[in-house]
């Protein structure tokens, strides 16, 4: 069961107040839309998971795949064989609520409580034992009132890790910690560098192709008051400075917009040029020019396509020409169904009807990572206990 909090509260009575759009889903697979060009998406495939499935990532050399369970544990993926092989579980106690690897793929940081769980990925992949290398935790005399750390994130040599920390007194903030540049991550209070508050409900993190930049989510504006006038106020989506945040993260936020209803995951197109945002309550996927985030911000938004009920997930694939989108519909709206919506991200920046195909889900499709050397999407269904494998169409 995930946790009880009141960034959890908070979302549930969201959903309630929110209307939702029936997605339709055939029994086949995918489902061709009317409105935009046929796109062919093989029929999915579903595993079991022993526990209810949070993150997932696969490693840069697409071999192996990590899918997190929030009771804790992390389950190992063989993708060698052309579909995912689990050959391993390993416990890392806490929780474990989205993760991410380096870039190097050297690390995998799973979210826990205010900070994260490093797992060394060669172990983990080998089967030695004792992967887990350590925990990042703020220091007491940190004094961190945020907490709920829900996604992680890193800088481009992997030595500082950045933790979304969901709610907190007042607000989110991203919490970051500093491993070190040697081969060996060290776990200590010396790892805390500091954290950088937003708003309320603070989720998702992308990092720019530069590394200068990471962009984070927040599903209320830290402005908003409380109670149900602040559930439908606009969420924001903030650009953090990476070298501030690196060693001042209180000064790293350098542009705050207005996002949407309730904004919770976001990804940058290969070249930068683009932010995309999932908006939960409004059944949309948001464009945002990432210049314009700082030198234009009231006009930063450029476009948005209606996609399924509670959109969540979101990942870009085919070189950021389309996008997979997980319509959660984790509030269960009358008449609707859970989904993945594949989007032509060219339509959307066009202003034309976009969604090129919807494809069946489990319950509460939550995260999407995508093998791109294949290209194949891996969705953790975090409702019914399954790892979902979804054939893309396109290519890297």
Known sequence: ???????????????ALVASAAVEVAACGATVSASSRAVRVAAPTFQKVPGSPFGVAVTPDGRFAFVDLI????????????RPRAIRTISVGGEAVGCSLTRDG????????????????????????DPVLGSLRP??????????????NSSRDGRYVFVSLEYGTPHGAVA??????????????????????????????????????????????????TGQAALRHDG??????????????????????????????DAVSPNGAIVWVTARASDRLLAFAARRLISNPAHAQIAATKVGTAPVGLALFDNGRQALVADSNRFNATGAHSALTVVNTSRVLAHRSADAATVRAGGFPREIAID??????????????QLEVVRLPGGP
């Open 1 to 15: 069961m995930p946790r009880v909090s009141t960034g959890w509260a908070r979302r549930c009575l969201a959903g």
């Open 71 to 82: 009771d804790g544990r992390v389950r190992v993926y063989s993708l060698t064989a052309g």
């Open 106 to 129: 050297r690390l995998l940081l799973i979210a826990d409580g205010q900070g994260a769980i490093v797992v060394d990925v060669a172990r983990a992949e080998s089967g030695a034992p």
């Open 139 to 152: 220091p007491a005399s940190a004094h961190l009132r945020a907490q709920g750390a829900i996604e992680t």
């Open 176 to 225: 970051v910690y500093d491993l070190g540049d040697d081969q060996r991550p060290r776990f200590g209070p010396g790892d805390w560098v500091g954290s950088a508050p937003l708003g309320q409900a603070v989720v998702g993190s992308a990092l720019s192709p530069s590394g200068k930049q990471l962009y984070v989510t927040s599903e209320v504006a830290a402005t908003a008051g």
């Open 236 to 265: 924001t989506l903030s650009v953090l400075n990476v070298a501030r945040l690196e060693h001042t993260p209180a000064h790293a936020v350098t542009a705050t917009v207005e996002a949407g209803l309730q904004p919770v995951r």
């Open 372 to 385: 791109a050397r294949d290209p194949v999407a891996l969705v953790t269904n975090f409702g019914s206990n």
